[in-house]
C-alpha cells in the first residue's frame, strides 16, 4: 500500500543518530538542515498516494493487491519499461529532477535484485528468500531506502584487508548464531538521514582476502550502532526560499555512515561474504541497470528544467530571438533530447532474459552514465554564459525589498520590461541555485560521479557495447582487397583496383 506524506513523515522519527553541525539531530523533520528535502518527498509520496494518480503512479502489489508505487515495479516487457518511465519522470518532475537518490532509487535495485533472486541462491536459497522478502516488505509499505556501496576514500591503493585496521571499510566484525556485527565506515548515503533503510553493500571490486566486505544487507536507519555523518547543509544556509529556491526544498544532503558495531539478523543478510555474489548481484541482476534507467529519467527532466531556464533568460533579457543565442539554445535542447532518446533506446533494446524479465538497454544506459559526466558540467557553463553578469548583480537577500530607498532603486534598475524586478530577480536567483551556489556546485559532483567514476564507467561502456558488430565491419571494409588490388569476387577481377573509379 502506498504511505501519505504524513505517513512517510511520521516514520522518521525514530532513534535515528544522524549528526550535523557538532551535534546530533533531535528530530531530522523538523531540523531545519532536512526538513525541507522531507517536506518535498513528503510532497511526491502524497501523489503516489492520491487515488487520482493511481492509474500512473502505481500497480497491484503481486502479494497483497493493494497499489504499490510503480518504482518497486519488475519489468516483464518494454511496455512494463514504458508505464515506468511514466511514472518516475512524473515523480522526478515534483523534484524538478533535483533529488538524485529519492525512494525510487534503491526501489529499482531491489526489484532488479529480487527479479533474478537466483543470483543470491548461488549461496543457499536462503538468501534469495531474504532477497525477494525484503523486497516485497519495502514494496508493500512504501518504504523508502538509501544506500551506501562505496569505502571511503583513505588509502585506495590499497585493498580493504590491507587497510591499517581491518574494520575501517565496513564490513563483518563478527558473526553470531542469530546474525552478523558490521563495524567500519561507507560512502555515501545520500538521503540516508531521511531514509527508512540503508542497504549497505559494496560496488568497488573487492579482491580475495576483502570476504569481510563482500557482504549485501539492509539495516533500519534507526538500527543501534548507526551514525550517519550528514555534510554541510545548504537548506540551513539558505536564508529565503525566494534567496535558495532549490537548496532550500531539494538539498537531499549526503553522509558518511558509520556503523558502531551494528547488528543484523540473519533475514537482512543477502550476502555474506561471498565475492563473486557481491560483484554479480549489479551486473548479473538488472538492478544497477534498473536503478540507473531511473535516474537517467530523472536526469532528462533535469536537463529540460536547465533548457526551460536558458529561454526564460533569454526571453527576459530580450536576446531570444537573436540567431547566437538560438544555436545556444539549440546546444542546451540537444543534450536534452539525446539524453531523452536514449531512455527511450532503452525500453526500445530491452533484453528479456530467460526468466521473463526485461533488462533496460545496457549500451544506451551506459552511454549517458559516460557522456554525462563530460557535458553536465558544459551545460551549466552555457546557461552561465547566456546569463552575462545579471544573476551576481542581484540584491543580497528578499529582506532587501523591505527596505524602502533600496526597493525603489531595486525597481528601477533591476527589471526588465514585462518582468516587474521581484520577478526578475526571482527567476535569476532560481538560475544561480541551479549554476551557481553551493547547492548547483554539489549537483555537479553528483551528476559526474553518482554512477561512478568517470573512468570506471567509460571502461564498462566498452564492455556492453557490440564492437563485435563494430569490429566486423572493419574487417568488411578490410575484406577483398590487397596490395595486389581486389581479390576475385564482388564483380572485379583479381588485380583490378590499380585505377581510380
Ligand atoms: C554528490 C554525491 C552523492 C553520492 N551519493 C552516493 C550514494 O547515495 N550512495 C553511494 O553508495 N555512493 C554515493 N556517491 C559515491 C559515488 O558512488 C562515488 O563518488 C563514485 O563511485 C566514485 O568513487 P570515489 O568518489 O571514491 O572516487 P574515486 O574512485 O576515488 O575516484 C576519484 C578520481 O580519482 C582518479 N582515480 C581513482 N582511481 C583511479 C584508477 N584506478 N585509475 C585512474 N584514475 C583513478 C580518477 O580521476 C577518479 O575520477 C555519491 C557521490 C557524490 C559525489
Given at each position: ?8 513523515i ?8 544522524v ?14 538542515a ?12 502524497d ?15 503481486p ?73 516485497e ?14 569505502p ?7 585493498p ?37 533503510y ?20 539492509a ?12 555534510r ?84 527576459m ?140 564507467v ?16 572493419v ?27
Open positions: 500500500m502506498t504511505r501519505s506524506g504524513k505517513e512517510y511520521a516514520g522518521l522519527r525514530d532513534s535515528r543518530r549528526f550535523i553541525n557538532g551535534e546530533f539531530v533531535d528530530d531530522v523533520t523538523t531540523h531545519p532536512f526538513r525541507g528535502a522531507v517536506a518535498s518527498l513528503a510532497r511526491v509520496y501523489e503516489a498516494h492520491d487515488p487520482a494518480n493511481a492509474e500512473v503512479l502505481t500497480y497491484p502489489s502479494t497483497t493487491g493493494e497499489p504499490v508505487n510503480r518504482a518497486f515495479l519488475i519489468p516483464r516487457s518494454e511496455e512494463d519499461l514504458r508505464l515506468r518511465r511514466v511514472a518516475l519522470r512524473r515523480q522526478a518532475e515534483t523534484t524538478l529532477g533535483l533529488m538524485g537518490r529519492g525512494p525510487e532509487h534503491v526501489a529499482g535495485f531491489l526489484a532488479g535484485w529480487a527479479a533474478r533472486s537466483d543470483v543470491f541462491a548461488a549461496a543457499g536459497d536462503e538468501y534469495a528468500d531474504r532477497v525477494v522478502r525484503f523486497y516488505h519495502v514494496r508493500d509499505r512504501d518504504l523508502y531506502c538509501s544506500y551506501a556501496i562505496v571511503p576514500q583513505i588509502d585506495r591503493g590499497k580493504a584487508h590491507q587497510q591499517a585496521d581491518p574494520h575501517l571499510y565496513a564490513g563483518v566484525k563478527e558473526e553470531r548464531p542469530d546474525g552478523v556485527v558490521l563495524a567500519g565506515a561507507q560512502m555515501l548515503g545520500t538521503g540516508a538521514a531521511i531514509s527508512d540503508l542497504v549497505l553493500s559494496c560496488i568497488v571490486p573487492l579482491r580475495p582476502g576483502d570476504e569481510d566486505q563482500a557482504i549485501s544487507v539495516l533500519p536507519i534507526g538500527a543501534e550502532g548507526l551514525k550517519i555523518y550528514s554541510r547543509s545548504y537548506a540551513e544556509a539558505a536564508t529565503s526560499v525566494y534567496d535558495y529556491p532549490l537548496a532550500s526544498r531539494f538539498d537531499e544532503t549526503d553522509a558518511l555512515i558509520v556503523l558502531d558495531d551494528v547488528f543484523v539478523p540473519w533475514e537482512r543478510v543477502f550476502v555474506y561474504r561471498n565475492l563473486d555474489i557481491t560483484r554479480d548481484q549489479w551486473n548479473h541482476t538488472p538492478a544497477h541497470l534498473l536503478g540507473n534507467n531511473q535516474a537517467q529519467i530523472r536526469f532528462s527532466v533535469k536537463l529540460d528544467l536547465l533548457a526551460g531556464l536558458a529561454l526564460r533568460v533569454a526571453e533579457n530580450g536576446t531570444a530571438a537573436l540567431p547566437p543565442v538560438r544555436g545556444t539554445l539549440g546546444e542546451l535542447a540537444a543534450h536534452a533530447a539525446l539524453v531523452s532518446g536514449l531512455v527511450a533506446a532503452q525500453e526500445q533494446n530491452c533484453r528479456i532474459d530467460e526468466h521473463g524479465v526485461a533488462w533496460p538497454g545496457a549500451a544506451e544506459a551506459f552511454a549517458v552514465m559516460t557522456l554525462q559526466s563530460d557535458f553536465y558540467p558544459k551545460l551549466l557553463t552555457i546557461l552561465r554564459d547566456l546569463c552575462g553578469g545579471g544573476v551576481i548583480q542581484l540584491p543580497s537577500a528578499a529582506a532587501d525589498y523591505g527596505h524602502p530607498e533600496a526597493r525603489a532603486d531595486l525597481e528601477r534598475y533591476v527589471q526588465s520590461p514585462g518582468h516587474p524586478s521581484q520577478e526578475r530577480v526571482k527567476l535569476l536567483k532560481l538560475v544561480w541555485d541551479m549554476v551557481g551556489s553551493e547547492f548547483a556546485s554539489r549537483h555537479q559532483q553528483y551528476e559526474m560521479f553518482y554512477a561512478g567514476a568517470p573512468f570506471l567509460r571502461t564498462r561502456m566498452s564492455q556492453v557495447y557490440d564492437f563485435d558488430r563494430a569490429g566486423a565491419l574487417d568488411r571494409a578490410l575484406a577483398g582487397y590487397g596490395v595486389d588490388g581486389f581479390e576475385a569476387g564482388d564483380g572485379f577481377e583479381a588485380g583490378d583496383g590499380f585505377e581510380a573509379g
